[in-house]
């Protein structure tokens, strides 16, 4: 452990610049990601993978939104968002350390270094901490905009579609903007981001088909639960109409491509990666 601190404080102290510069991007980058989630929850133009398998947790538990003092079925509260955040993200670390146990049995049985084992620490202990001050940090986000009034505006039915829609492209903007600088700086990546670099290291996929099947493989829980969840139809297809949109579209089967081309953009102009 003192080896490893000790090349850790000569690697930083030769790559100042490099450090910095990673630094830089995983404050920018946290930052525009929760921004972005908090902005485009309560547009209800469609929901991230992420989301709408949040959501959906949080249908189990008829946790509906309140309007004017009035309960609004199928629309959901953001109150409880960072419980069902940290609910899920605990579900993908587990998918991402067997993802990772699987790529390091096989890679065992090559070299047969244990120290490959290690690896695993470093995963469950940051991505827990990510995941939970990534949680809290979203909410405090959500909490600012209902502060100044944003929730408010946007749950009520009478804001016209239209600016629902520019918020939510605004946010959709953010997110893609956020992920790039967080990814970048390759730090605390959570279990959203590791999920899809451990399956990558596991299949040998590239980037934009990995990132698209794992978005896929993060909304499947949600469209379970919201199948088995005991309220009735019409609430469901209220839900639906909420949170299926051509916003969810664009966050399964665009975000994936458009980071592959962003990070690479980002990668040619801070060429700490060359």
């Not at 980058?29 to 949080?58: E, K, R, W």
């Not at 492209?169 to 959203?192: D, K, N, Q, R």
């Amino acid at each position: 452990m003192k080896k490893y601190f000790c090349n850790l404080k000569t690697s930083i102290s030769q790559n100042k610049k490099q450090y910095l510069i990673r630094l830089g991007c995983l404050l920018i980058g946290l930052y525009l990601f929760s921004l972005s989630i908090a902005l485009y929850v309560p547009t209800a133009v469609g929901a991230s993978q992420v989301d709408f398998t949040n959501f959906s947790i949080l249908a189990l538990f008829k946790d509906w939104a309140k309007v004017n003092e009035k309960t609004v079925e199928g629309l959901v509260s953001a109150t409880n968002y960072k419980l069902a955040l940290m609910s899920l993200y605990g579900f993908l670390l587990l998918v991402s350390v067997v993802f990772l146990v699987l790529s390091i049995i096989r890679e065992y049985k090559i070299t047969k270094d244990k120290k490959l084992w290690l690896q695993l620490i470093p995963l469950i202990v940051l991505d827990v901490i990510i995941n939970v001050g990534l949680s809290y940090v979203i909410d405090g986000q959500i909490e600012m905009l209902k502060v100044i009034g944003y929730l408010d505006w946007l749950f009520n039915q009478s804001t016209a579609y239209q600016f629902r829609t520019i918020f939510f492209t605004i946010a959709f903007v953010l997110y893609i903007v956020g992920l790039t600088f967080w990814i970048h700086s390759g730090w605390l990546l959570g279990s959203y981001n590791s999920i899809n670099t451990n399956f990558m290291r596991l299949t040998k996929l590239p980037f934009n088909v990995s990132r698209v099947l794992m978005d896929v493989l993060i909304i499947i829980p949600g469209v379970i639960m919201l199948l088995v969840n005991p309220i009735s139809w019409d609430i469901k297809a209220k839900f639906l109409l909420n949170y299926v949109n051509i916003g969810t579209i664009g966050f399964l089967f665009l975000a994936g491509p458009m980071l592959g081309k962003t990070l690479g953009l980002l990668n040619k102009i801070t060429k700490i990666y060359q």
